[in-house]
């Protein structure tokens, strides 16, 4: 039984001020749980200060990426072991935004992966494929392509303990959902990926996401389906009210 994971990616929002303010307000309304994982990703300023409200809850503690060297002359960057030393547990790897604007490829996704494992951490590897790649039926061979790319070089075991996040790149922000059954076809379609890569025991052990205009009214709905253990979640995670919904979802 895959534990489900709700993840809130806060991107570029929220002061530290207001990001301790968001992270208590969460908590308040949510509690204590014990059968699902709840995780905030906020702005590297933040992860300190939030870390310390942290440490007496059941909320854990991601990053929005990291850099795949231990140290040295790398200016702007934050090392794995230096984001696991603040109290991270999840790092966030290879959003499609970082693809975007910072050229990140497939090469560099399994390079940080690879740090991210050495470290402890928990990868959450974004895949997703652009509306025109959707239009042309490529799918399939977009996020297969970044799958089998992010997870290169891996153990099985290794791989057993990273996170999928499909994230169709048409849907984040948008308001466009992938519909709850299309999502899953895409998910099923990367969990057959990687059992190509480790075997169909270990591939059922990856907790695969669902993200992209994830939203309190259909959560439910994508959390009935069968691949698919979660979500992350963008815009309704910077409000308490909606995330906490989110994270509320019936069980299958």
Known sequence: MRMPIIAGNWKLFNTVREAQELVENIHGLIGRIHDREVVVLPVFTSL???????????????????????????????APLMLKDVGCSYVLIGHSERRKYFGETDVIVNRKVKAAIEAGLIPIICVGE??????????????SRQTAGALKDL??????KVVIAYEPIW?????????????????????????????????????ILYGGSVIPENIDAYMKERDIDGALVGRASLTAESFARIVKFEQK
Do not use: C, H
Not at 155 to 160: K, P
């Open 48 to 78: 300190y200060p939030v870390a310390k409200l942290l440490e007496d809850k059941s909320i854990k503690l991601g990053a929005q990426d990291l850099f795949f060297e231990e140290k040295g002359a790398y200016t702007g960057e934050v």
């Open 130 to 143: 652009s509306l025109q790649d959707k239009e042309f039926g490529m799918t399939i061979d977009v996020v």
């Open 155 to 160: 153990l099985a075991s290794e791989i057993e």
């Open 171 to 207: 849907a984040i922000g948008t308001g466009k959902s992938d519909n709850p059954s299309s999502a899953q076809q895409t998910i099923s379609g990367i969990r057959n990926i990687i059992a190509s890569m480790t075997g169909d025991e270990s591939a059922n052990k990856v907790r």
